[in-house]
């Protein structure tokens, strides 16, 4: 597998376009029948509407890339098949939450979640509602990911205002550090009593990592750790 790459970045240009995706129509028979089969395995998975993205460019400290809408069925039978369609990438935000003891928080994926036992910093594929005036608000993600999967409000934390941005295989990873004036297991207490309340959680565990201190422009211990385990086949 290659290695990550990481670029440091501080303003992201990422135009939604309605472009066709040839893979989706052309293999549309054979993607509804590998969604069918994904929903018997877990029937809480529904075929929304997705964004994925093309044509990423890094320039001195800028990430540019056009994305387009598609279903969720053409995207999981795509990451399921190995990324036929080599000129698309799945790119999303992550708020990497950190406690005020250097200790970061992440989630367990509930099991009837598509991504069911990964653990990852609060995110998700990007969806119409991330839309904003024909651009994609990745910072608008990573705000309402954090809100769903862990009851936080803007109001909670300090968004940093760089991005760090892992391109791991399909996957391009915009990392937004989030701190949080509160020691790591506060917070785990907090989002666990918040998915108690919750009827069916996107997460089933609260996980704290710590020795990830050098999150850094090379983030070497993050990448080793968990990048490249975790983003290759999100």
């Known amino acids: 597998m290659t290695s990550p790459v990481i670029h440091r970045v501080t303003t992201l240009d990422l135009a939604v376009r309605p472009i066709i995706w040839p893979f989706a129509e052309e293999r549309r028979a054979e993607i509804a029948a590998h969604f069918a089969e994904k929903q018997r395995e877990r029937p809480k998975i529904w075929n929304g509407r997705v964004l994925l993205g093309r044509d990423a460019v890094f320039t001195d400290g800028h990430l540019a890339a056009t994305y387009f809408e598609t279903d969720f069925a053409s995207f999981l039978a795509w990451r399921d098949w190995g990324f036929p369609d080599t000129a698309v990438f799945n790119g999303f935000g992550m708020g990497a939450l950190r406690a005020s003891d250097g200790a970061f928080v992440m989630g367990e994926m509930a099991q009837h979640t598509a991504n069911a036992g990964r653990i990852y910093f609060p995110s998700g594929t990007p969806d119409l509602d991330d839309v904003r005036d024909g651009v994609l608000d990745i910072p608008g993600s990573v705000v309402r990911e954090l809100a769903e999967e862990t ?70 211990r993050f990448v080793t750790a968990f990048v490249a385990q975790q983003f290759a086949s999100r």
Do not use: F
């Open 151 to 220: 009851g936080l409000t803007a109001a909670d934390y300090a968004a940093e205002t760089d991005w760090h941005c892992v391109v791991s295989g399909h996957a391009i990873a915009m990392i937004q550090i989030i701190n949080l004036d509160m020691p790591g297991e506060a917070i785990r207490a907090r989002i666990e009593a918040n998915l108690a309340r919750e009827t069916e959680p996107e997460l089933s565990a609260i996980h704290l990592v710590r020795g990830m201190d050098d999150l850094t422009p090379t983030m070497p």
